[in-house]
């Protein structure tokens, strides 16, 4: 690599974001399992204290599980070209307007085993972002 390279602040910064970047796919991956992880424990908690939760706790929590799966909708909306195979996309889409939908028919009318699926969901996309991992 010649000076001017090693010196130029712009190809160091260049440099520094691929190499960020190479490790940014697991990274970004554990964190999105880690953000449904916190939201499954909110909704597990929601449903052990369902008769007695405080009145805002249902539409919080909700709220916080649906701004999760909004990114990954817009994500999987935006991003055609960052190598996602179209099924895969499509799956993303399908499940997160399903949650969209749960989410709302929960709020219209509240009922405890409608978290389940929610629950389910989650840990399901937790365990695929886990696999290989090592967790």
Do not use: C
Not at 60 to 76: C, H, V
């Amino acid at each position: 690599m010649s000076d001017s390279i090693i010196n130029d602040p712009h190809s160091r910064a260049a440099s520094a974001y691929d190499n960020s970047a190479k490790n940014l796919a697991s990274d970004q991956r554990e964190l999105e399992a880690q953000i449904l992880l916190k939201s499954n424990r909110m909704i597990q908690q929601l449903s052990s204290m369902w008769d007695s939760r405080p009145g805002d706790l249902l539409e919080e929590t909700l709220k916080y599980n649906r701004n999760i799966w909004m990114l990954f909708y817009d994500t999987a909306m935006e991003k055609k070209e960052n190598g996602q195979p179209d099924a895969l996309r499509n799956n993303i889409i399908n499940l997160a307007n399903f949650i969209f939908k749960r989410e709302m028919d929960i709020l219209a009318n509240p009922e405890k085993a409608k978290l389940d699926i929610l629950i389910n969901i989650n840990r399901e996309i937790v365990a695929g972002l886990t696999a290989g991992s090592g967790e």
